[in-house]
Structure formats: C-alpha cells, structure tokens
C-alpha cells in the first residue's frame, strides 16, 4: 500500500527509508524530507497536551496530486512517516493507523535489541520483513 | 575447453606444455571459474582470467606467499599483466609441482604432475563433473554434521591427519575461493594465513602422500561450502573465551543442542545471572557476547533471532539458542533467517526436562503466527520457570498457562506437558487445585486472577518479569508490567448507583424514583424490617439535625467523626426536603427513632394526626411517600458511608506507609 515508507530519528536524519519503485527514489526521499516541517508543526500544535495513541498518529499531512503523506510521532519523537500512492482506493484511516501500529511494533523491537545503538540506521531482517510486507500488499 | 587452445596457448607462452586430458579438463574448469563471465578462448583481455579470483585461487592452493609470486612470474602473467589461458595453465601446473614438493621451475612442469589442489572452491565444479562428485564422496567422509563434531573436539584433527582415509582437509581451515562465502572469509582467512606458514611442512608432506593415491580428479577442490570449517584453530580460538566441548554425538541437525553444550550453557548463564529462572539483561548479554568477536550485526542478528518475546532480555533457553547460534556462527555456519525449530525457547526446554520425547512429536510444532507464537512460548516459559522456582510467584503464572491451555493449539503435547510440569511444580495441593479450577474456569474469569494476585504482590520482581509484553502505546511495557503489578489487592469498591456527593436535589430524586420504581413491589412491608440497622444511620443522620434525641451515638463513634463530615455533606440535599416537610417530618422522624415502633406505626400516628380531609390524605400520601424515599435515601447514604469510610481507611494505611517509605527514604539532612 505505501510506496515510501521512513523513520525518521529524533535529530530529523534518516533512520530508516526503504521505497517501492526503486527509480525515482529521490523525489520520495525529499518528499519525506518536506513533510517533516509538516510534521514538527504538528507536534508544536499540540503543545503540553497529554500524549495517547490519537496524538502520536498524526493523519495526512499533505497531499498531492500523485500521492498522500500521513506521519506518525512516537514519544521519544522517533517518526514514522508514509507515503501512499494515491490512485489506490483510499486506504481508510483505520488501515494506515494499523499499518503506523505495526510499524511501531517492529520499531520497539529493534530497540529492544541491546545491539541496537538508538540514533544507528536500522538493519534488523524482521523490520526490513515487515516493512515489505506492508509495501507489497499492492504492488 | 578443447585441449586445442590449452595446447596451442601454453605454446604461445614460449613453452611446449603436455597436458593429460585430465589435467586440461581440471585447467579449464578452473580457468572457466576464475573468469565466469567471459567467453572461452581467445586471447585478448577479455578471456583473461580475474585477477582476484585468480588470486583467491591461488591462494587456496595454500602454498606459501612467494611460492605464489614466483609462480606467476614464471608463468608470465606478471610479464604480460594478465591471466590468459596460457599463464592461467602454466600457473596451475607450477602449483602442482609446488604442491608436490618440487622446486618451482619451469622444468619442473615438463614432467607428469599431479592435479593442483584447491581448498573450498565453489560446489559448481561439483556439479559439472560426476565423476568428482563420487570421488568426493569417497574422500569427504566427514558429513555436515559431523563438523560439528569437529568443532567440539580439543584436538583431534592432528589423527584425523594421518589417517589416510580421512577427508584430505588440510588442518588449516582455508580462505574460500568463491567470493559468495563472504561470511567466512574474515572468520577463517585469518586463521589460514596465520597457520598456512606453520603447517605447510605438514601439508605439502600430507599432501604428497595424498598425490601418490590420488591421481585422479580433482578431489581436495571440490568440497563443500562448509567442509572447510572447523578445526583446532578454532576449536582452540573457542576455548579461550569459552570452555571446551566434550565430543558429542551429534544427529543430522547442526542446530541440535546436544546435551554437553547445554549444560555448558547453563553454566555460562550461571556465570552471569545466578538464578537459572530469571533474565538476563540485555546489556549483560551484550557484553557477554561482544566478547565472542563476532561482529555487531551478526550479533546484532542472533539477538533478533534468539529473543523470541522480544522483551530485551534472554530467558535460559533464549540464552542457550543464542549462545548455540554464536558457536555456530564462529564455526562458519550462515546465520539462518528464522530461528531453527530446534532453537525454539520451548522446544529447548522441553529437550531439557523430557529428554526422551520424541522428535516427531516436537516437529509437530507447527511455527505459527509470531504474536501467538510468543505467548504461547513465553507462557512455556513461565511454565517453565515456576517448575524449577517453587517460591516464585505460581499462581499468577499458572493462571496465564490456563490461558494457554485453553487456546486451541498443539494441544497433545500441551496438556500432558502442562500436566506433567505443574505436577512437578506444585507440590501444594492448594495449588494443584487452583491449577484445576483455573484451568476449567473462563481465563476471563476476573475473581480468580484477582486472588491469585493477591499473593503475588510480594513477589513483584518475578511478576513484573513473567508478565507478557503487552502492546500499549501511551506506557512503555515495564509502565505496564508495573501497573499490573501494583494491582490492589481488592476489587476497588463497586461506585453506588447514585452518585456520591448528592449535591443536587433532582438526581436524587431521579435516582429515589427509580428505586422506587423498582421496590415498588415491595416497598410496604420493608418499611417493618430495616428499622433496625436504619435506625442506627438514621439516628446518625437525624442526630446531627435534632440534637436533643437518643443517644446512640455512642455506639458508632468510631465511625462517628467521619461519618458526620459524610453526613454534613449530605445534609444539604436533604435539608430542603426535611425543611417542606419539618413538622410532619420531625413528628415522623421522632416516631421512627424508637426502635420499638415500626413506620408502620407511625403512619396511623401520621394519620390522625392529620385532619381527614383530602388535602390532609393527599399530604398524607405525600408524606408517605416522602418517608420512603428518605428511608431509601437514608439507606442508600449509608451504605454509601460505609464504603466511603472502608475507601478513607484504606487510603489512610496507603498514606501511612508511603510517609514510611518516605521518612526512609529522605536523607537524613534538613533541620
């Protein structure tokens, strides 16, 4: 269903970016890039609120003729975000949240990983396995 | 390859070179390797052989360094700057002449020669030729797994040398030809080339004792990805961190935990985590197992895969998984993708208490969905660890393997296992039977698990750790572990139905209407019974209005000063309607005090007291009515008393001992 999927560290440098059509990788890599202006305003906006699930997934943050941007904060202001194409019927709210879910499942994995230095680039199989996975439903 | 060009080409290179048919075949298959792309024949640059692979080639022909350099500038590749299929052909005969101890010359080459041999070339050359296939069937005797026992034992290999019918293995494990085992080159090229100048002597010696009986095929080259493995260099590597391995008879599985590697594992966690039915943390693994070199992400992978519940600590089996995993790795196994069925967390541990199951039973263990997976291993787990700790905390462990056991899954072997295992683990038959009643009981069940907490508040620590990850995003899984833990040991207090600061006049009447509704059935001969236990609150409650009444107060004075901050606080709610209704009420409300006389009494008291006339029997009615629903609010109030004064005296002992804890905790400064 995503056509780019990144992880997006604290710092805002890249932990993760993987895309689908492997040409033309650069214009989803600045797309990302854009969106996390997007996405900091966002996390501005909320202020001191109180952070539970609905704060940490954050909808779309833009769209564009060809695709939709949705991100996704964690509390250690890790992000996910995700670019889905958009001549794919509109993926309901509820499936990007599962997908941001599950991408946030495998991310606690990695981490869990003593191995793991937080802030290194992620090279886990199973992210990479389950990041396909989400990929490819459509292709 | 026609033996045309060999011929022809070794004659370009200035030199008249017989080759048997059999030595052109071995050249140009081994030319063919070293220059895959490119086509056959020819002599510009593009059939020239790769220089690194050329090299890696050479190398794995193990002979010394300036050996090689001497051959190559005979063989004039230097002289000309490439391999082309004459040097590639003069090169490899040099190496046979090498290998068989003569000088190397180009004299030396004349003669009739054995084949060069390769260590670890690539298993294509294998599959071109049959007939090396079965020569290296006869020669390799030693099958995959036995290399294993290979790697576990201390020194074997130097008998292994001597025997003739041994697999040809030179004692050095050599760096492997083909550039696809990039795994093992840094693991094993090390070790070859510190050893390849020590045991030359012995290889060129074991080797020409070898070319005597092997004049036919190329047998030492064509070995397996993995025969290379696994000898005293490593053996020897691995105990120096780690202690060495008894031999071991081991089945065909590499990834089979035999019996002396576990309890050598076991020890190891001894070594960092005493008791064997806890955790060890994931910075201590981490430690512990940097020290086996490997590099980060290997290990970074053997963590992914041996920590099935992906709770960042490993449990005895996920340890030993692990550890099996990084031996494997050392020896030059390729790390699998997914965690082999016999390095699973509950097939290890099963392995370790029933030794005598049977294998089929355990591959029936199909490896289900991972989340599922993971409960059902860690509930194993848990299992597990209550067997072997019997002061751990039981109940509320067991309860979850009632949990386990109530899902469909293998269930043969579960039930019969849980059976055995919790008869071993609970030697109280209190628990047995908790097991019993839990087991039948829904897992949903909230009363049993309640109980069972009660008793594992003490043992927070385990129950913390025995807890399964729960997947929450606004905590993180110890917040989680941690408020689980810190359960109350009862059910808070049920809310009433009503709400408890009646501050406002309409909700109770909404709520006295609908009790009324629903007692309406019974409402009249009620009013007889509960006097008694009414009138202790409603004497609370009316005593703080009408001072000058009976006494008896005094019975309740423990409850009194807090029951009257409760009773205050109501007071206004009912002050209004006690003031519409004061006098009647009043009246009423002296009758009701004597305990002796029932309301029903008091309504024929109401009753003449009241002029007969409508309007008296409609505020008669009224009256009546509004005596019931004080009664009920009365009752409802001081139910609501109770409970509130159960909730304060609790919320007293819960402040009491955190100002202990505080008083201990504060440092002894400030005054």
Not at chain 2, 117 to 125: C, E, S, T, V, W
Request: hydrophobic share 30%; aromatic share 6%.
């Amino acid at each position: 269903m995503a056509v780019c999927i990144a992880v997006i560290a604290k710092e805002n440098y890249p932990l993760y970016i993987r895309s689908i059509p492997t040409e033309n990788e650069l214009k989803f890599h600045y797309t990302v890039h854009t969106s996390l202006d997007v996405v900091d305003e966002k996390i501005s906006a909320m202020g001191k609120a109180l952070v539970d699930q609905r704060e940490l997934y954050l909808g779309l943050l833009y769209p564009t003729e060809d695709y939709k941007v949705y991100g996704y904060v964690t509390n250690s202001k890790v992000k996910f975000v995700m670019v889905v194409d958009s001549s794919n019927t509109a993926l309901r709210d509820n499936e990007i949240r599962s997908m941001f879910r599950k991408l946030h499942n495998s991310y606690t994995d990695v981490m869990c990983n003593p191995f793991y230095n937080p802030g290194d680039c992620i090279h886990s199989r199973a992210f990479d396995n389950m990041v396909t996975s989400m990929m490819m439903q459509v292709c | 390859m026609d033996p045309g060009p060999g011929g022809a080409a070794a004659g370009g290179a200035g030199l008249l070179l017989p080759l048997s048919d059999t030595e052109q075949q071995r050249y140009s298959e081994l030319f063919s390797l070293c220059c895959s792309p490119a086509p056959e024949g020819g002599s510009a640059p593009a059939p020239a052989a790769g220089g690194s692979k050329v090299g890696d080639l050479f190398r794995a022909s193990q002979l010394p360094a300036d050996t090689l350099h001497q051959i190559t500038e005979l063989c004039g590749a230097k002289r000309v700057g490439y391999f082309g299929p004459a040097q590639f052909y003069v090169a490899l005969k040099l190496i046979a002449a090498a290998q068989s101890g003569l000088p190397v010359r180009i004299e030396s080459i004349k003669s009739e020669l054995p084949l060069p041999r390769f260590m670890a070339l690539k298993n294509d050359i294998e599959m071109r030729y049959g007939n090396v296939a079965e020569i290296h069937g006869v020669k390799f005797q030693l099958p995959h797994p036995t290399l294993e026992k290979n790697s576990f034992k201390r020194s074997d290999e130097g008998d292994k040398k001597q025997e003739t019918k041994s697999p040809p293995m030179s004692p050095m494990c050599s760096p492997p030809a083909s550039p696809s085992n990039y795994q093992r080159i840094p693991l094993s090229y090390g070790y070859g080339k510190s050893r390849s100048g020590l045991e030359q002597p012995h290889g060129v010696s074991y080797e020409a004792r070898h070319s005597t009986h092997q004049q036919d095929g190329p047998a030492t080259g064509n070995y397996g990805s993995k025969s290379a493995l696994v000898h005293s260099s490593l053996s020897r590597s691995l105990s120096v961190e780690r202690e060495p391995q008894d031999s071991s008879n081991y089945p065909d599985d590499p990834w089979r935990i035999t019996e002396e590697q576990r309890e050598y594992y076991i020890n190891q966690f001894k070594s960092l985590q005493p008791d064997l039915n806890s955790f060890i943390s994931g910075s201590v693994a981490k430690n512990f197992f940097t020290k086996s070199k490997l590099p980060i992400p290997e290990l970074s992978h053997i963590w992914e895969l041996s920590d099935v519940d992906c709770d960042g600590a490993l449990t005895l089996p996920e340890f030993c998984a692990a550890f099996h995993l990084i031996v494997a790795r050392k020896n030059g196994y390729p790390l699998p993708d997914t965690l082999p069925e016999t390095l699973l967390p509950d097939y290890l541990q099963q392995a370790s208490f029933k030794p005598k199951r049977d294998c089929t039973l355990l591959d029936s263990y199909s490896e289900s969905l991972p989340v599922s997976q993971q409960t059902r291993d860690f509930n194993r787990t848990e299992l597990e660890t209550v067997r072997e700790d019997p002061t751990n905390s039981e109940p509320l462990i067991l309860f979850d393997v009632a949990t386990s056991v109530v899902e469909p899954k293998t269930s043969v072997e579960e039930m019969p296992d849980k059976s055995a295992l919790t008869q071993d683990a609970n030697s109280d038959d209190n628990q047995a039977l908790n097991i019993s009643t839990t087991a039948k009981t829904i897992p949903k069940d909230f009363k049993p698990s309640q109980h069972l907490s009660v008793k594992t508040v003490v043992q927070e620590s385990n129950t913390l750790k025995a807890r399964p990850r729960s997947r929450s995003y606004s905590s993180t899984s110890i917040e989680d572990a941690m408020k689980k833990g810190e359960e109350p040991p009862m059910p808070p207090p049920r809310p009433q139905k009503s709400h408890s600061r009646a501050s406002s006049l309409d909700l109770n009447k909404i709520f006295q209407q609908n009790t009324q509704a629903v007692k309406s059935g019974w409402l009249p001969p009620p009013p007889a019974l509960p006097p008694r236990p009414f009138v202790s609150q409603t004497e609370q409650v009316s005593e703080m209005e009408l001072h000058p009444q009976m006494n008896r107060a005094p019975s309740q004075t423990e409850e009194s000063s807090p029951t009257r901050k409760e009773i205050l606080l109501t007071q206004p709610p009912s002050k209004p309607i006690r003031r519409k209704f004061r006098s009647e009420n009043q009246m009423l409300e002296n009758q009701e005090l004597t305990p002796t006389s029932s309301v029903t009494s008091s309504l024929p008291a109401v009753k003449p007291h009241l002029p007969a006339q409508k309007q008296s029997s409609k505020q008669k009615r009224a009256i009546q009515t509004a005596i019931r629903k004080n009664k009920e609010a009365n009752a409802v109030l001081a139910r609501l008393n109770s409970e509130l004064q159960q909730q304060l005296k609790e919320v007293h002992k819960e402040r009491i001992a955190l100002e202990t804890q505080l008083e201990q905790l504060r440092p002894v400064t400030v005054l």
